[in-house]
C-alpha cells in the first residue's frame, strides 16, 4: 500500500475523531446522571486522565490555576491587569483539552482564579476580596471569561465551564458561614442586591458575556460560602437550559479535616458543626444537601441541573470511607450528578484514597518515584471505584 496514502488516512482519521466530541455540547450530556472526580494537579497530562476514566470517572472538573504559565497568572498573564489571554498558555491548555478528547475524559473547565479574586493558595495565603468590593473587577472577570470562551467554545472535551471555584462574597459581612438560618441568609441577600456583593448579579454579567460569544456550552455556578448547599439562596435560577449549580460538601469540616483532629474524631458519630455537637450519619449527611434540593424544587430547576462537584474527607480520618458512602447514597437518592475530590493529586495526598489511610508514602513528593507509588484497593477507593458505576 503507497505509504503517503496510509499517512494521510491516519492524520484524516485523528482529525476526525478529535472533531468528534466526547459529547454533546448542549445539556444533553447533563441529561444523565454523571459521576466524576476533581484534577487540580500543578502539572496535567494525557496519562493523568487516562487512569482518571480507567478508574470510573465520567467527566473531570479540570483547573488549570497551579499550571505554570509565562506571567504570574496561567492563561491571564496577569490578573490583576488582564488584557488577553496569553498564547503560548492557549496552547498548553489546548493541548491538555486535545488530549482529554482523545482519551474521551468530558471536562468542566475550572478556574481557581479571577480578576479581583485570587485563589488564597496562589496569593501568598491572603484572601483576595476586590472582587466582591467592586463592579469593575466584575467587568476584567466578564472579559476573561468572553476570550476564555471564544478560544475554547465548541471544543469536543468541554461539557461546562465553572465560571469560580468555591465564591465567597458574604466573608466578613455579618453573615455565619455554617449557623444562619436561610432566613437570616435570604435577609444578607437582599442587603447585598445592587452591590459588589450580589452573587446573582455577578453571574448574570459574566453569563451575559459568556453567552455573547458562546450560546450553548453548559456553565456551572457555584454557591456562596464555598459553594456550601445554603449558598445558592442569593442565586435566582437564570433563564437559560445549559446552566448548572453546584456545592461542595465536606462537612462536618472539624472531622473530615486530619490537622484539625488528627484521627481522634470518628464518623459516624457526636461531632461538632456550627459551634454545637451534632450526631453525623448517613441521615444528617443527607439533610446537609437538602438546602440545595430544595433551593431547585422551590424555583422549578430540574435536578439534572444540579451537582455536588466537590466532596471528600482526608483519608487518614477515622470513617472517611463511611462518609463517602453516605455523601454519594445521598446524592444518588436525590438524583444529581457528582464529582468527587480529588483524583491522585501531585502535591497534596491527603484525599488520594487509593494510597489507603496510613502516612505519606515515601516518594510521593518526589515526581521522579510519584508513579511507583504503593496504590491498592481499600475501603475508600473501593468505595469510589463501584460508585462511580452508577446503581446496579
Same mark, same amino acid.
Given at each position: 500500500?503507497?505509504?503517503?496514502a ?5 492524520a484524516g482519521?485523528?482529525v ?10 448542549d ?7 454523571? !459521576?466524576? *472526580?476533581?484534577?487540580?494537579n500543578?502539572?496535567?497530562?494525557r496519562?493523568? $486522565? @487516562?487512569?482518571?476514566? #480507567?478508574f470510573?470517572? =465520567?467527566?473531570? !472538573?479540570? *483547573?488549570?490555576a497551579?499550571?505554570?504559565g509565562?506571567?504570574?497568572?496561567? $492563561? @491571564?498573564?496577569?490578573? #490583576?491587569?488582564y488584557? =488577553?489571554?496569553?498564547?503560548a ?5 489546548r493541548?491538555v ?5 482523545a ?6 473547565l475550572?478556574?481557581?482564579?479571577l480578576?479581583?479574586d485570587r ?17 469593575a473587577?466584575w467587568?476584567a ?25 468555591e465564591?465567597?462574597p ?5 453573615l ?7 432566613a437570616?441568609?435570604d435577609?444578607?441577600?437582599a442587603?447585598m442586591r445592587g ?12 453569563v451575559?458575556?459568556i ?12 454557591g ?7 449558598g445558592m439562596?442569593?442565586?435566582t435560577?437564570?433563564?437559560d ?8 460538601m ?17 464518623y459516624?458519630g457526636?461531632l461538632?458543626?456550627a459551634d454545637r455537637p ?12 437538602q ?7 422551590r ?11 466537590e ?7 477515622s470513617g472517611?470511607?463511611?462518609y463517602?458512602a453516605?455523601v454519594?447514597?445521598a446524592a ?5 450528578h ?7 493529586e501531585?502535591e497534596?495526598?491527603?484525599?488520594d ?5 496510613g ?8 515526581e ?9 484497593p481499600?475501603?475508600?477507593?473501593e468505595v ?5 458505576k452508577?446503581?446496579r
Open positions: 500500500m503507497d505509504q503517503r496510509v499517512k494521510t488516512g491516519l482519521l485523528i476526525l475523531l478529535l472533531a468528534t466530541p466526547v459529547a454533546s455540547q445539556t444533553d450530556f447533563w441529561s444523565t446522571t454523571r !459521576r466524576g *472526580t476533581n484534577s487540580f500543578t502539572v496535567e497530562t496519562q493523568h $486522565l @487516562a487512569e482518571a476514566r #480507567d470510573g470517572a =465520567g467527566f473531570v !472538573r479540570l *483547573t488549570f497551579k499550571w505554570k509565562v506571567g504570574r497568572d496561567f $492563561l @491571564a498573564g496577569d490578573l #490583576d491587569h488584557d =488577553g489571554l496569553q498564547p498558555d492557549v496552547a498548553a491548555l493541548q483539552l486535545d488530549d482529554a478528547a482519551e474521551r475524559v468530558p471536562i468542566v475550572t478556574p481557581l482564579d480578576p479581583g485563589w488564597k493558595q496562589n496569593n501568598n495565603d491572603q484572601v483576595d476580596d476586590r472582587l466582591w468590593q467592586d463592579k473587577w467587568d472577570a466578564a472579559r476573561y471569561w468572553a476570550d476564555i470562551a471564544r478560544e475554547f467554545k465548541g471544543h469536543p472535551a468541554i461539557v461546562a465551564y465553572n465560571i469560580l471555584n465564591p465567597v458574604e466573608r466578613g459581612q455579618g455565619d458561614e455554617t449557623g444562619a438560618t436561610l437570616e441568609r435577609a444578607w441577600c442587603r452591590t459588589a456583593r450580589d452573587l446573582d448579579g455577578f453571574y448574570r454579567h459574566v451575559a458575556a453567552r455573547a460569544v458562546d450560546p450553548d456550552t453548559p456553565i456551572m455556578l457555584d456562596g460560602w464555598y459553594a456550601q448547599p445554603m439562596q442569593c442565586v435560577p437564570l433563564d437550559p445549559h446552566i448548572l449549580y453546584a456545592m461542595h465536606y462537612e462536618p469540616y472539624g472531622w473530615s479535616t486530619f490537622r484539625l483532629n488528627r484521627g481522634a474524631l470518628t459516624p457526636m461538632e458543626y451534632e450526631m453525623w450519619d448517613a441521615a444528617r449527611v443527607a439533610a446537609h444537601q438546602p440545595l434540593i430544595d433551593w431547585a424544587d424555583n422549578g430547576v430540574p435536578r439534572d441541573r444540579l451537582i455536588l462537584s466532596f471528600g474527607c482526608d483519608r487518614r480520618v472517611c470511607a463511611a463517602l453516605d454519594i447514597a444518588e437518592t436525590s438524583r444529581i457528582w464529582a468527587y475530590y480529588s483524583f491522585r501531585d497534596w495526598d491527603g484525599m484514597y487509593e494510597l489507603g489511610d502516612p505519606t508514602p515515601p516518594g510521593f513528593y518526589d521522579a518515584r510519584r508513579g511507583d507509588l504503593p496504590r491498592a481499600n475501603a475508600m477507593s469510589l471505584r463501584r460508585a462511580l452508577g446503581p
